[in-house]
């Protein structure tokens, strides 16, 4: 079965940076996209940033240029580096196969917890 696996939240002050991880299992990790995604209290679902299989990034514009997309299909693992953290960046992110059209599948992980305040 598909395992994605998130860490490295935690409790950051304004401006200070923070690197998830995503290890995934079960899953020929190189030939997808990937997708961070995150989800506060009440809010929906919002795609942070993806990955190809080939390494080109694209981001949201409330993200741009303050966090970094990156992967290791050596290690199947994708990385989301938070730089300039702001509160509002607060959620819990995940990670995600990103398909054509912003299409996901239901291998959802847990997530980790990123809280920005001071």
């Known amino acids: 079965q598909v395992q994605l696996v998130e860490s490295g939240g935690g409790l950051v002050q304004p401006g200070g940076s923070l690197r998830l991880s995503c290890a995934a299992s079960?899953?020929?990790?190189?030939?997808?996209?990937m997708g961070w995604y995150r989800q506060a209290p009440g809010n929906q679902r919002e795609l942070v940033g993806t990955?190809?299989?080939?390494?080109?990034?694209n981001y949201a514009d409330s993200v741009k240029g303050r966090f970094t997309v990156s992967r290791d299909n050596r290690k199947n693992t994708v990385y989301l580096q938070m730089n300039t953290l702001k509160p509002e960046d607060t959620a819990v992110y995940y990670c995600?196969?990103?398909?054509?059209?912003?299409?996901?599948?239901?291998?959802w992980g847990q997530g980790t917890q990123v809280t920005v305040s001071s």
């Open positions: 995600n196969v990103a398909l054509r059209g912003g299409v996901t599948r239901d291998y």
């Open positions: 079960g899953i020929i990790f190189s030939i997808y996209d």
């Open positions: 990955i190809t299989n080939g390494g080109s990034t």
